[in-house]
Structure formats: structure tokens, C-alpha cells
């Protein structure tokens, strides 16, 4: 299988990719720091430096997997940036780089990705969401920018879904709870979370291969503590 993770130098994304690689899946990471991939010297692993907020930089991306592959089967979009900052504090610049980041990057590159996808067999988007963008969910203080794009995303799951029924494509939305990694402890500093990011990559790694089997344009909560 064809699969797309970006995010992937380091956290959930990282563990996510050794997961495919241990399938034999072929891997496109699409993530601003290459060198955390070094180390994985897998034949089948192809990395591809990408700034998703630059349009020039993800249409490079696009170029270089049409050059490799005529299908994909898997889009995992984990990259996510984040700001913790109190409202009145956050500047446009920063609003801007989240947005662009969590909600810009999954719309435009699934969009000029589509040629590749529902080619033959059926192909699953899954977008990478949090329990701070679940409707109903606890919210916190310094998080308005990451959460409302996290909601954002999982409202463009809903609509993608419905856009593309007819098109042999499934679209599903994790809202992913607390994980010990980097972004984790920018939100909340000193707190521990239950899960490591190995074993939540295991579990997206059987959603993404399994979950468009059961579902199709869901937002699904993954977390077993708040925050």
C-alpha cells in the first residue's frame, strides 16, 4: 500500500510511519525536519522536506509523489502546530501559521492529491484531531487558536466525506487525547500523560488500514484522560 503521513520527524507521526514500514507499505513523510528520518533506512520510506504553510513547497511535495506512485491508499494529515497563549495575546502571524498548518495544508493537499486516490480500491483520508476541537469537550485557558483549527478540521472531515462518496474515498476525523509528546507538554507543562506516542501510532495504524471499513465522515474521540 501507498501511504502519506505528515508531521512525521518526530511524536505520534514518527512512531506512525515504523508502524507502516514494519507492513511493508511504501511512505511518503512530508515533514519540515528530515534529518529525525535519517536513521530509517528503509527502501521503502521516501522523505520529502515540506513547508506546509507555502503553497510553492507542498505543490513541490505533490511532484514528487505523482513521480513515484499512480495511487495512494492512506493520507494521515498529523502535522499540527500549536501557540499557547492567553486570547488577547496571540498575534495574527501566529493564528495564521496554526490555521494554515492544522486546516490549510489537509485541504489543499488532499486537494491536489485527488487524481491519486480511489484509484482501484478504496482509499481512507484521516485527519488528526484533538479532544480541545471535539464539540462538548473540556476546553483550556491559552488554546483558542490550536483548538478552534482542530474543530475546523473535523468539520472539513464531515464535508470531505459527503464530497466524496462517489469517489471509492472514505474521510475520518481522530480527536486524539493526551499523548506524552512535545506538543503535549507545550499545552501543559508538567503534566503526564497515559499514553505514549507508540501506542497511540499503533492504533491509528490499524484505523487508517481498517476504520473506513466501519466509518465514513466521523469524528471519533480517542482519549482516556482530560486534558
Given at each position: 500500500m501507498n501511504i502519506i503521513v505528515t508531521g512525521a520527524s518526530r511524536g505520534i507521526g514518527f512512531e506512525v510511519i515504523q508502524q507502516f514500514l514494519k507492513n511493508n507499505d511504501t511512505v511518503f513523510c512530508l515533514t519540515r525536519n528530515t534529518d529525525t528520518l535519517k536513521p530509517l533506512t528503509d527502501s521503502n520510506l521516501h522523505t520529502h522536506s515540506t513547508d506546509?504553510?507555502?503553497?510553492?513547497?507542498?505543490?513541490?511535495?505533490?511532484?514528487?509523489?505523482?513521480?513515484?506512485?499512480?495511487?495512494?491508499?492512506?493520507?494521515?494529515?498529523?502535522?499540527?502546530?500549536?501557540?499557547?497563549?492567553?486570547?488577547?495575546?496571540?498575534?495574527?502571524?501566529?493564528?495564521?501559521?496554526?490555521?494554515?498548518?492544522?486546516?490549510?495544508?489537509?485541504y489543499y493537499l488532499t486537494?491536489?492529491?485527488?487524481?491519486?486516490?480511489?484509484?482501484?480500491?478504496?482509499?481512507?483520508?484521516?485527519?488528526?484531531?484533538?479532544?480541545?476541537?471535539?464539540?462538548?469537550?473540556?476546553?483550556?485557558?491559552?488554546?483558542?487558536?490550536?483548538?478552534?483549527?482542530?474543530?475546523?478540521?473535523?468539520?472539513?472531515?464531515?464535508?470531505?466525506?459527503?464530497?466524496?462518496?462517489?469517489?471509492?474515498?472514505?474521510?475520518?476525523?481522530?480527536?486524539?487525547?493526551?499523548?506524552?509528546?512535545?506538543?503535549?507538554?507545550?499545552?501543559?507543562p508538567g503534566y503526564i500523560a497515559p499514553l505514549s506516542p507508540k501506542q497511540m501510532a499503533e492504533y491509528i495504524f490499524d484505523f487508517a488500514l481498517k476504520g473506513h471499513l466501519y466509518y465514513n465522515g466521523k469524528i471519533l474521540p480517542v482519549s482516556s484522560s482530560t486534558p
Open positions: 506546509l504553510t507555502s503553497v510553492e513547497s507542498m505543490n513541490e511535495a505533490v511532484s514528487f509523489i505523482n513521480q513515484k506512485v499512480k495511487s495512494i491508499d492512506v493520507i494521515i494529515h498529523n502535522a499540527g502546530s500549536l501557540v499557547n497563549k492567553p486570547y488577547e495575546d496571540i498575534s495574527y502571524d501566529e493564528l495564521e501559521r496554526v490555521y494554515k498548518v492544522n486546516v490549510f495544508a489537509p486537494q491536489q492529491l485527488l487524481p491519486l486516490l480511489g484509484n482501484g480500491r478504496r482509499s481512507h483520508i484521516v485527519n488528526i484531531s484533538s479532544m480541545g476541537g471535539f464539540q462538548g469537550s473540556a476546553k483550556f485557558a491559552g488554546l483558542s487558536a490550536y483548538s478552534s483549527s482542530k474543530a475546523a478540521i473535523a468539520g472539513l472531515t464531515e464535508c470531505l466525506a459527503e464530497e466524496f462518496k462517489e469517489k471509492n474515498i472514505s474521510v475520518n476525523c481522530l480527536a486524539i487525547g493526551a499523548v506524552q509528546t512535545q506538543m503535549l507538554a507545550e499545552a501543559f
